[in-house]
């Protein structure tokens, strides 16, 4: 799972907290080369960055996690991984978020729904510093091109999300990871989730037509927690700002900041006893 930048019920800040935990708990050396299991969680998310509505759900998923030396399938992202060196990794990946219904969200009442949107393209991370135990800082520049799978998967646009990121661990088995980023799109994009074309226009909606550019600042906080071998906790919060984001004054915009929070559970069903390549 990785993130999708702007979407009505993201994955980005689940698969941050699931990622942040596994990584640290257990050194390269000693993470199988797969593992299957199911995560449950439930969110409140803002729909979109610059919604009024929060939309929340319970949901229970399977997961797989692969730590090959070219292909990876894990928290982060599935898909090759092209480059690594000790300090830098390119992989071109593929993730996804979840859709929303016009419907749950006032201010696109009777606009097409937000559907289930997939990304795929490269990622570049770029660590700045790392002790033995992975803890540390890193860059991360993704850019993907992102299709709705919910419309016969047609291109929606672009989106560019870089972020510094932080991982650390604290004592009695907690870990936790934040970051700090931009999201960047292009107008394709960007019209899919601010723009008002004219047949869906309202005395209170008028027609809008979308610019590419910043979408949303955003600051991303999880922590978990390795109950035992087998199971553990998670929780994450994030803070998204349209402050001076390209789209602010769209009818679609009903506020500067919102805030989105989450709390899951994992089980690890079956693991390799073969180590991971790293």
Not at 116 to 128: A, D, H, S, Y
Not at 216 to 237: E, P, Y
Not at 240 to 259: C, F, H, I, Q, Y
Request: glycine share 12%; with cysteine; charged share 20%.
């Amino acid at each position: 799972m990785r993130a999708l930048p702007i979407p009505c019920l993201t994955i980005s800040s689940i698969a941050l907290a699931l990622a942040a935990t596994p990584a640290l708990a257990q050194s390269a050396r000693t993470q199988p080369l797969w593992e299957l299991g199911a995560a449950g969680f439930g969110v409140s998310q803002q729909a979109y960055p610059g919604a009024n509505a929060q939309v929340s759900r319970g949901l229970a998923l399977p997961y797989f996690v692969y730590r090959g030396e070219i292909l990876r399938a894990d928290r982060d992202t599935a898909g090759l991984r092209a480059i690594k060196t000790e300090r830098m990794e390119l992989d071109i990946g593929v993730a996804g978020s979840f859709g929303a219904r016009s419907d749950e969200i006032d201010e696109r009442q009777g606009m097409p729904k937000l559907g289930t949107l997939i990304e795929f393209g490269p990622r570049v991370k770029w660590k700045l510093g790392q002790d033995q135990a992975g803890a540390g800082w890193r860059v991360e520049l993704p850019l993907r091109g992102v299709f709705d799978l919910s419309d016969g998967a047609a291109h929606r646009g672009m989106a560019f999300e870089p972020r510094l990121v932080y991982q650390g661990r604290a004592s009695a088995g907690w870990f936790y990871s934040t970051s700090v980023g931009a999201i960047v799109a292009d107008k394709g994009l960007a019209q899919t989730f601010y723009g008002v074309a004219p047949q869906y226009a309202l005395p209170s909606r008028p027609s809008y037509e979308a610019q590419g550019g910043l979408v949303a600042w955003r600051l991303n906080a999880s922590v978990g927690h390795q109950l035992s071998r087998d199971w553990r906790i998670f929780g994450f919060g994030r803070i998204d700002s349209v402050a001076g984001a390209a789209n602010e004054n769209s009818p679609l915009v009903k506020k500067t900041m919102g805030a989105s929070l989450g709390l899951g559970l994992t089980y690890t069903w079956l693991r390799s006893d073969r180590s991971a390549v790293d």
